[in-house]
């Protein structure tokens, strides 16, 4: 079965740093593409980040670009998502999710939630001010 699990999050003052984990199981790395998602309160989930685990291409949200960095580890099955500079706005859930990149061979953007059949179950970032 995939599992992808989250980790890194918690409680960060504004302007610090963190760096958000997900490993993921079950299949195999490179053949799939992994994005972080964030929900927060009230508001819909939105794609932040994507990362192809073949090529490693990146997508950002427009609004990130510049303060978070997405990255892998094939040899840990691991995708990294570091965001800098944290603040108020980017309190929420975030949620790392894989597709197979066969799938994403039409695709130019790739943060949309339709898009990923597998979730983790997500890590709350708080960032006080």
């Known amino acids: 079965d995939v599992q992808l699990v989250e980790s890194g999050g918690g409680l960060v003052q504004a302007g610090k740093s963190l760096r958000l984990s997900c490993t993921a199981s079950?299949?195999?790395?490179?053949?799939?593409?992994i994005a972080w998602f964030r929900q927060a309160p009230g508001k819909n989930r939105e794609g932040v980040a994507y990362?192809?685990?073949?090529?490693?291409?990146?997508q950002y949200l427009d609004s990130v670009k510049g303060r978070f960095t997405i990255s892998k580890d094939n040899a840990k099955n691991t995708v990294y998502l570091q965001i800098q500079g944290l603040e108020a706005e980017d309190t929420a859930v975030y949620y790392c999710?894989?597709?197979?990149?066969?799938?994403?061979?039409?695709?130019?953007?790739?943060?949309?939630?339709?898009?990923?059949?597998?979730w983790g179950q997500g890590t709350q970032v708080t960032v006080s001010s």
């Open positions: 079950g299949f195999i790395f490179d053949t799939y593409a």
């Open positions: 990362i192809n685990n073949y090529d490693g291409r990146t």
């Open positions: 999710a894989a597709a197979q990149l066969i799938h994403l061979s039409l695709v130019t953007q790739y943060l949309y939630t339709h898009l990923y059949g597998h």
